[in-house]
């Protein structure tokens, strides 16, 4: 289904870099959105234009798929973000007068008892999204890489950064996003390192795990599961498995950096979460 100013959304995000399967994702979501306001919500039908739209109406278009789809957090925020994307564009292109989300707060359920699969397929959405830190996207990243965290937490990886290829527009852009956040840090810590805190600490001025850890926990809430870096490399290490179900073990254990007895715990593990 049609939508308001669909045309005009599309090629805002398309000229943000997103990908085809991204601004498509953007595109179901507001059809079914819209879909739905045009034939459960009186209000809206019988003056169907965007300053009609209120947070209530929201509220009870996820409402209802929660209640009908049993959409998980990770959905629900995912398309709270979607929905408030396309709201803020029309907002500061003076299409609307209304923000109907702004009010609207995803799923504090993190979900760490269980392992998320599709991270990496949400990888897009995530580095793109403003309320997640810098942090927590260069920590997903560069997990989306192979990199470990006990690699690129360390001291002096920061020369790994400049080898790292962006495949995509959004990671290119996502890049140079945090070259202009850590350049100052950098100056202000007097070190090259991609981890620093915020305040200066000339002796020690790498972020600890623990320090990485109170951006990655409120994250977590935000985006509905696990952020923590040993479950991101295990799940990455499922999807790939996933992905080179067809390779033999040689290849698995020299491109996923594994023993033979942990490449065979990983594919049991794979076997038990099927």
């Not at 007068?97 to 009010?103: G, H, K, V, Y």
């Not at 400049?162 to 495949?167: D, R, S």
């Amino acid at each position: 289904m049609n939508y308001p100013y669909q045309s005009a959304f599309l090629t805002y995000l398309s000229q943000e870099s997103l990908s085809a399967a991204t601004r498509l994702s953007y595109d179901q979501t507001l059809s079914e959105l819209f879909n739905y306001l045009n034939t459960q919500d009186r209000g809206f039908a019988s003056n169907p234009t965007v300053d009609n739209i209120f947070n209530r109406d929201i509220t009870a278009y996820l409402t209802m798929l929660v209640e009908k789809h049993q959409i998980r957090p990770t959905t629900y925020n995912k398309l709270l973000s979607q929905i408030n994307r396309y709201f803020k564009f029309l907002f500061t292109h003076n299409l609307t007068s209304e923000l109907p989300t702004i009010d609207l707060h995803g799923k504090n359920t993190p979900s760490n008892q269980t392992l998320n699969l599709k991270w990496l397929q949400l990888l897009p959405d995530l580095l793109v999204d403003s309320k997640l830190h810098p942090y927590t996207k260069l920590t997903l990243f560069l997990i989306s890489k192979g990199y470990r965290v006990a690699e690129f937490m360390q001291a002096r990886f920061y020369p790994e950064w400049n080898k790292i290829k962006a495949v995509t527009p959004v990671e290119q852009q996502f890049m140079q996003n945090f070259t202009v956040f850590i350049i100052p840090l950098q100056q202000l810590q007097n070190s090259h390192d991609l981890f620093l805190k915020q305040r200066l600490n000339i002796a020690e001025p790498r972020l600890t795990m623990p320090g990485l850890h109170k951006y990655l926990k409120p994250d977590s809430r935000y985006v509905g599961f696990d952020l923590t870096p040993k479950k991101l490399q295990q799940s990455f290490i499922l999807q790939s498995l996933q992905r080179l179900a067809d390779q033999p073990a040689a290849v698995l254990e020299e491109k996923l950096q594994l023993d033979p007895q942990s490449l065979l715990y990983y594919q049991h593990l794979l076997v038990s979460l099927s």
